[in-house]
């Protein structure tokens, strides 16, 4: 059984970091694209950022240069180090898995996602 679990979130001060962790079990997962995604309140799910197991990676544009996506694949790991976190930022960060394309997961596809782990960033 394919299990996404999330860890990492939490309260934040603006300009704060945090470091989300997925960890990803029940196969192997060295041809999928992994990602994450993030919900606010009362609004639509969006692309944040995927890389796939090869290094290869993309960003929303709202999150250049303060995020990076990374993985370790002897844990079957990715993370998601968030830098210079702003108010806008607070949502429900979700894991997600893609048999499909780094376009496609930017286009919001995923085959697997996880439970979500909330970041709350305080002004």
């Known amino acids: 059984q394919v299990q996404l679990v999330e860890s990492g979130g939490g309260l934040v001060q603006a300009g704060g970091s945090l470091r989300l962790s997925c960890a990803a079990s029940g196969r192997t997962f060295s041809n999928y694209v992994m990602g994450w995604f993030r919900q606010a309140p009362n609004k639509e799910r969006e692309f944040v950022a995927a890389i796939r197991w090869s290094a290869t990676n993309a960003y929303a544009d709202s999150v250049k240069g303060r995020f990076t996506i990374s993985k370790d694949n002897a844990k079957n790991t990715v993370y998601l180090q968030m830098n210079s976190l702003q108010p806008e930022d607070t949502a429900v960060y979700y894991c997600?898995?893609?048999?499909?394309?780094?376009?496609?997961?930017?286009?919001?596809?995923?085959?697997?996602w996880g439970q979500g782990t909330q970041v709350t960033v305080s002004s």
């Open positions: 997600a898995a893609s048999r499909g394309t780094i376009s496609t997961m930017m286009s919001g596809w995923g085959d697997y």
